[in-house]
């Protein structure tokens, strides 16, 4: 298994953050004010030179509507966990409509 780095880590989140708090027509200091947590601090983490707390990053995720995986997904190796990965990353590109169809496809196959 290859070892994975802090700054590795602290840059793919940082960038990841940014591309979402942008494409989500945030500011810095809207996100900031959001977290309660100081614009440098938000600046430092979307630059990938500060590590970021989980409780804020939970919070970031909640407001920006990010997805774990979107996160993670880039460090996962195991290939079971890839695969599910990208069905999850498939359902997540349907319509809400369709999402629910696919539930209820689910959830007859888990009954038989």
Known sequence: MNSVSKSDIDKVFGNILREFRIKSGFTQ????????ISLKYISRIENGNNGVKTQTLINYMNILGINPNTLYSKFITNSEVKEN????????????EKKV?????????NDL
């Open 29 to 36: 200091e809207q996100i900031s004010e959001q977290l309660g």
């Open 85 to 96: 990965i990208k069905l999850s990353e498939k359902i997540n590109s349907l319509s809400k």
């Open 101 to 109: 169809f696919i539930s209820s496809i689910i959830d007859l196959l």
